[in-house]
């Protein structure tokens, strides 16, 4: 999910989300690339951030990890 969404914007999802039980896994690819945009991202319970254009391989990198691969 993108950082920049209008009203209710992609930190605030992140952070309603990770109260649920079975959340998803969250990947933020987003133009905010700081050390504390990263932070924020983080803090907020993305579990990736990716800087767009987000690296076809790097997406690759990150989805393998995830809790729910089957590559794992």
Sequence with gaps: MDIGLP???GY???R???GLTGRPYLIAPTG????DDVK???DAGFDAHLLKPVDP???A???SA???SRNS
């Design 7 to 9: 009203e209710v914007d």
């Design 16 to 18: 309603r989300l990770c």
């Design 40 to 42: 924020r991202a983080r």
């Design 32 to 35: 905010y690339g700081q050390p």
């Design 66 to 68: 995830a809790p729910y």
């Design 12 to 14: 605030e999802v992140a």
């Design 57 to 59: 391989d790097a997406l």
């Design 61 to 63: 990198k990150v989805l």
